[in-house]
């Protein structure tokens, strides 16, 4: 295990951080590190300082907003807080909005994070000894990158890249940026692929918040197809805790699957929120009987499964939560938490259906 020459009070730039993870991570980083965090974000739909009100009067904390694409703010960013590390989880993320619109996730996932690395390659350059070799760009992807998997296996980091989405792609292409930015500038860069995340503060248009929000409203749950797609759960807390090993004591130029072990067919996790809700708020009835089969995405991915061996064995990281304890902390975090959801379903964003590229909602 290499560990990092980072000072425990040093100041890290977090991009993408009043997204749902980024949130997360800044809560972390504030809450149980010294580190001084930038949270750069540029604020798109899924962007929310609400998700930031337990820190942001920290004077640890500064937020920014920044499009990562506008390479002159970025400098002016590096040259006034002079950071030691960046952490890059400014992204356009949902698979439903690149199908009914790639522009973004060309410009944001590709050309933001092109600008980003050449603004941190330019700062790099401008640093000497110690601070030069501590330095870190940590970039966070997905294991979409790596398609789909059939009944048996596991993506390794040795899994060739065989992205099938919008959203995939342009993440794909901006690893083999940072990747490039390694390997040709010497730039300290690593990489982590994770499984899909749930937890608190999560956009209500992704999988398990939708499912909360329609069960405990009693409005009809849609799953796409049989509902048989598979994924890889990981619980938000335990995600950031492994960005901080990467940061922390990754080696540079490599690249950590990030996963918590829990395979679930989206149905399995329709019919576990139910069953939750059917404990916490038993006025609701049987909640399975609101589930409802919709026409599948395009092109949806049958099984995602992640193999995280090399972040456990080397960097000694390791999940917390089954999905069992996480699900449930999950389900009754958004039944206290009505306020910060009403702030987001007050605006333009209703639950409505995207991505099926014909413009249907359900
Ligand atoms: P999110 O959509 O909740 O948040 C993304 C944040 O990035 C938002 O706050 C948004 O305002 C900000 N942003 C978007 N474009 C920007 C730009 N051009 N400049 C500055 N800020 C911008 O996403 P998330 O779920 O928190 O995901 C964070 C990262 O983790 C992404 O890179 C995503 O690809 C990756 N990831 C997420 C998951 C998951 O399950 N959520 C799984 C694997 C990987």
Same mark, same amino acid.
């Given at each position: 295990?290499?560990?990092?020459?980072?000072?425990?009070?040093?100041?890290?730039?977090?991009?993408?951080?009043?997204?749902?993870?980024?949130?997360?991570?800044?809560?972390?980083?504030?809450? &149980?590190?010294?580190?001084?965090?930038?949270?750069?974000?540029?604020?798109?739909?899924?962007?929310?300082?609400?998700?930031?009100?337990?820190?942001?009067?920290?004077?640890?904390?500064?937020? &920014?907003?920044?499009?990562?694409?506008?390479?002159?703010?970025?400098?002016?960013?590096?040259?006034?807080?002079?950071?030691?590390?960046?952490?890059?989880?400014?992204? &356009?993320?949902?698979?439903?909005?690149?199908?009914?619109?790639?522009?973004?996730?060309? &410009?944001?996932?590709?050309?933001? !994070?092109?600008?980003?690395?050449?603004?941190?390659?330019?700062?790099?350059?401008?640093?000497?000894?110690?601070?030069?070799?501590?330095?870190?760009?940590?970039?966070?992807?997905?294991?979409?990158?790596?398609?789909?998997?059939?009944?048996?296996?596991?993506?390794?980091?040795?899994?060739?890249?065989?992205?099938?989405?919008?959203?995939?792609?342009?993440?794909?292409?901006?690893?083999?940026?940072?990747?490039?930015?390694?390997? !040709?500038?010497?730039?300290?860069?690593?990489?982590?692929?994770?499984?899909?995340?749930?937890?608190?503060?999560?956009?209500?248009?992704?999988?398990?918040?939708?499912?909360?929000?329609?069960?405990?409203?009693?409005?009809?749950?849609?799953?796409?197809?049989?509902?048989?797609?598979?994924?890889?759960?990981?619980?938000?807390?335990?995600?950031?805790?492994?960005?901080?090993?990467?940061?922390?004591?990754?080696?540079?130029?490599?690249?950590?699957?990030?996963?918590?072990?829990?395979?679930?067919?989206?149905?399995?996790?329709?019919?576990? @929120?139910?069953?939750?809700?059917?404990?916490?708020?038993?006025?609701?009835?049987?909640?399975?009987?609101? @589930?409802?089969?919709? !026409?599948?995405?395009?092109?949806?991915?049958?099984?995602?499964? @992640?193999?995280?061996?090399?972040?456990?064995?080397?960097?000694?990281?390791?999940?917390?939560?089954?999905?069992?304890?996480?699900?449930?902390?999950?389900?009754?975090?958004?039944?206290?938490?009505?306020?910060?959801?009403?702030?987001?379903?007050?605006?333009?964003?209703?639950?409505?259906?995207?991505?099926?590229?014909?413009?249907?909602?359900?």
């Amino acid at each position: 295990m290499t560990q990092s020459a980072l000072l425990p009070t040093a100041t890290l730039f977090v991009t993408g951080g009043a997204g749902f993870i980024g949130s997360a991570l800044v809560r972390y980083l504030i809450g &149980e590190t010294q580190y001084r965090v930038v949270n750069i974000d540029k604020l798109n739909y899924a962007g929310n300082l609400a998700s930031l009100s337990s820190i942001d009067q920290d004077s640890r904390y500064s937020f &920014e907003q920044v499009d990562i694409s506008d390479g002159r703010e970025l400098a002016r960013l590096f040259r006034q807080y002079q950071p030691a590390g960046v952490l890059n989880l400014a992204a &356009e993320t949902h698979v439903d909005r690149s199908i009914d619109g790639p522009a973004p996730f060309i &410009e944001t996932n590709i050309v933001g !994070t092109f600008k980003l690395l050449e603004a941190a390659r330019a700062h790099w350059q401008t640093l000497t000894g110690q601070a030069k070799d501590a330095f870190r760009f940590v970039h966070i992807s997905t294991d979409e990158v790596f398609g789909s998997l059939g009944k048996d296996g596991f993506f390794t980091e040795t899994t060739p890249y065989d992205p099938r989405s919008p959203y995939s792609a342009s993440k794909a292409s901006s690893d083999m940026l940072v990747r490039a930015w390694q390997h !040709t500038f010497g730039l300290p860069t690593l990489v982590t692929n994770c499984s899909n995340n749930y937890g608190p503060y999560q956009f209500p248009e992704k999988l398990i918040p939708t499912v909360i929000l329609k069960a405990s409203q009693g409005e009809a749950i849609p799953v796409y197809g049989t509902g048989d797609n598979v994924r890889d759960w990981l619980y938000v807390d335990d995600h950031v805790r492994g960005l901080v090993a990467v940061l922390e004591r990754g080696q540079v130029g490599q690249t950590y699957n990030i996963g918590g072990h829990n395979e679930r067919s989206n149905l399995d996790v329709v019919h576990t @929120i139910c069953d939750i809700l059917s404990d916490l708020r038993p006025e609701g009835g049987d909640y399975r009987k609101l @589930i409802n089969f919709v !026409t599948d995405r395009p092109g949806h991915d049958k099984r995602y499964a @992640i193999d995280p061996a090399k972040i456990q064995g080397e960097l000694d990281w390791n999940p917390q939560e089954t999905f069992d304890t996480g699900i449930r902390k999950t389900v009754a975090w958004y039944l206290d938490n009505q306020a910060w959801l009403d702030a987001i379903l007050s605006g333009d964003y209703r639950l409505e259906r995207l991505g099926t590229s014909l413009g249907t909602s359900v």
